[in-house]
Structures are given as structure tokens and as C-alpha cells.
């Protein structure tokens, strides 16, 4: 329930964001070509593409993945850097004075 949440409101936020990215270009287009047609057929393509790039960055956070069990045993870099001290493995060889 909680990520279901978190799906409607960040849907909102990139729903505002595209809203009023593309009515700032629009507004820049009108105002830079004296032409209303011109800034609205920017504002449509910048709807289009921004609305198409948040879209893809939630559906990039929310998509459903499976949980891959391959990395699992391994121990990551911090883990094998924490257990040899509080030194950096540079430090320890002399490299860095």
C-alpha cells in the first residue's frame, strides 16, 4: 500500500512538473516568435518529450523486478573495506603520503 501511494504522488509531482515545463517553453516560444500557434506547438512537443522522460524515470523507480539471488553470497566493497580497519586500503600499502 505504501509504494502505491508513492506512485500517486510522485505520478502528481511529474504530472506539475511536465504541466509547467511546457508552459514556460511555450511562453518563451510565443514571446520569442510573436506567434501563439508556435508557442503552443512547443508547449505540445515539450509536453510530449518531458511527459515521456518522467514517465520513464517512474516507471524505471516502480516497475517490477525480480530479485536475483547470484550477488547474494558476496561480500561488497564496503563490507570487505570495514572489516580491514578504519584505514583506506591505499594507506595501509603506503601509497599515499
Known sequence: MRTFLHFISDAACAVLNVASIAIAAGTVAAIYTHRLRD???VALGTLVFA????????WRTYRPRRRSQMFRSRRTWWA???ARGSRMPELSRGLAR
Do not use: K
Open 39 to 41: 508557442g503552443v506547438l
Open 51 to 58: 511527459g515521456a522522460g518522467f514517465g520513464y524515470s517512474i
Open 80 to 82: 570487505a573495506f570495514s
